[in-house]
């Protein structure tokens, strides 16, 4: 499967922004999906994934109650809707997908796509 991120921006503290990450290729709908981030001299980091079936959702602590990942699987796209945007959300934004592990970890993930670039002024 190929993943293509976009939506990112400069903002401002307060703002929202909306990724959406595209995906083509095999049968997206099987997919577990993450969004990770990593900002300047950080390692990357979790954000949200979404469950094949779009039951199940995680999302780190500090984007919990600001963040929101949902799916469209009859649009192949998983979405990242980003509310109450914070300078630390700094980052480049990119999205993930796995058949079998849905988690924090990136290591498992199989496919990735290129990151979007999140810039949150104060």
């Known amino acids: 499967v190929q993943l293509q991120a976009s939506g990112g921006g400069l903002v401002q503290a307060g703002d929202s922004l909306r990724l959406s990450c595209a995906a083509s290729g095999r049968t997206f709908s099987k997919y577990n999906m993450g969004w990770f981030r990593q900002a300047p001299g950080k390692e990357r980091e979790f954000v949200a994934a979404?469950?094949?079936?779009?039951?199940?959702?995680y999302y780190a602590d500090s984007v919990k109650g600001r963040f929101t990942i949902s799916r469209d699987n009859a649009k192949n796209t998983v979405y990242l809707q980003m509310n109450s945007l914070k300078p630390e959300d700094t980052a480049v934004y990119c999205c993930?997908?796995?058949?079998?592990?849905?988690?924090?970890?990136?290591?498992?993930?199989?496919?990735w796509g290129q990151g979007t670039q999140v810039t949150v002024s104060s």
């Open positions: 993930a997908a796995d058949t079998d592990y849905i988690g924090g970890d990136y290591s498992p993930y199989d496919y």
């Open positions: 979404i469950s094949w079936t779009g039951w199940n959702t």
